[in-house]
């Protein structure tokens, strides 16, 4: 059953780039309208039978694992990249708006290869997450945040179509900012791929933080160790800098070789195109109506920010209440939830209030999905909590 999940999750990452290449294909195609497109229509049916795939995935892990599959990083960012598609379906199917399709299921297979490099046995529930709420909070808190990301990524098509890629400005350089992190991404799973195909292991004796010696396993060689870390592993790399018991060194090692690879990766794809990948882009969305993505990207933290409330805060809560014997704690990732609570508050006053359409709420959008990728990353892989064993 195992093996089955695999491979259906495998599956719908392939037709998720097949989808991609076909929605690519109807902004190519100038001879019919964006709703009678033959390619979209194609497009559109291979990311519904993908999405059956990864729903067939969500459910054999299930069955194999006997809890909701939501419980490890892996887990939860496929399950993450699922929401996101099941978002885009039934955004599409009210909007027709094939370009969402060309830069929503790039940023999906994204999610699932990255999850890839994570660990992705099936483990048992430690105690503190055997609870049916592991399914209510982590589900709903993930749809929530699946829903808000659709507004960045409208809104990245929106300034990707507006800002003036032929002058320097700051507009052109934060936009390419957003280009550099999606490309890092891409380069630290290409980076990973290759040191998994060597069975790169390297393995360090280290102090946690009550002082109990135990051992580390590293997958990428060690430019930050662990707190008074030893290698014991011969011809491999020896650290540069160790880090504080706080901090997990293999954590933190996994983002720093994300900003090599993706930095380096950018610079070859600027060395080919000799010109922003922003500029690169536009031709994909010359034709797009402005005022239907600031739509779609509003109506989506509409509906995004009340599931995200009730999944991230109200649930969590309970659950925190039931586990812990207290509301609320102040851990890393509460804090994270409450930032992205009140930002999107934010992001609807100054929405309904002071008037922040088109390129403000665009912009506002992609900054609140960086919220959301940096409580994703750096705060499970970096900073250390009652949620770390995520």
Known sequence: MAE????????????????????????KD???????????????????????AQVGYFITRW????????????????????????????????????????????????????ASMF????????PALQSDWLHI??????????????????GIIYLVKVVDQTISTKRTFWLEFIMYTLVTTVGFILVSIVYSTMNYEATFSWVDKKDQVSEMVYHLPAIIGP????????????????????????????????????????????????KRIGAVLQPLVKNINLDVVDEIGY???????????LGALIFAMIW??????????????????????????????????KGWHGEKSAWLAVVGFAIIMFNLVFVNLVIAGLHSYA
């Open 63 to 114: 069955i194999a694992s006997g809890h909701a599959p939501v419980s490890n990083l892996f887990e939860f960012t496929t399950f993450f990249g699922m929401m996101i598609v099941l978002a885009f379906i039934l955004l599409y199917f009210i909007y027709k708006t094939n370009a969402l399709g060309v830069f929503t299921l790039p940023i999906a297979t994204l999610l699932i290869a990255y």
């Open 320 to 353: 925190a209440q039931i586990a812990w014997t207290r509301f609320w704690g102040w851990d890393p990732k509460e804090v994270w939830a409450l930032i992205t609570f009140l930002f999107y508050a934010a992001f609807l006053h100054l929405r309904l209030s």
């Open 137 to 154: 909070h982590v589900t709903t808190a993930a749809l929530g945040q699946a829903i808000l990301s659709i507004s960045a990524i409208a």
């Open 299 to 309: 109506r989506s933290v509409t509906i995004g920010f009340p599931v995200f409330t």
């Open 119 to 126: 660990p992705r046995e099936i483990s048992p529930l430690i």
């Open 227 to 274: 707190n008074e870390g030893t290698l014991l592993t011969e011809d491999k790399f020896t650290p540069l800098i160790e880090v504080p018991a706080i901090i997990s060194g293999r954590k933190l090692n996994t983002v720093v070789w994300s900003f090599l690879a993706g930095t380096i990766l950018y610079g070859l794809l600027r060395l080919i195109f000799r």
């Open 4 to 27: 089955l999940s695999g491979n259906l999750l495998y599956v719908a990452f392939i037709l998720y780039l097949v989808a991609t290449l076909f929605f690519g294909g109807s902004i």
């Open 30 to 52: 100038k001879r019919t309208t964006e709703s009678k497109n033959r390619w979209s229509q194609i497009g559109i049916i291979i990311t519904i039978i993908g999405f059956l």
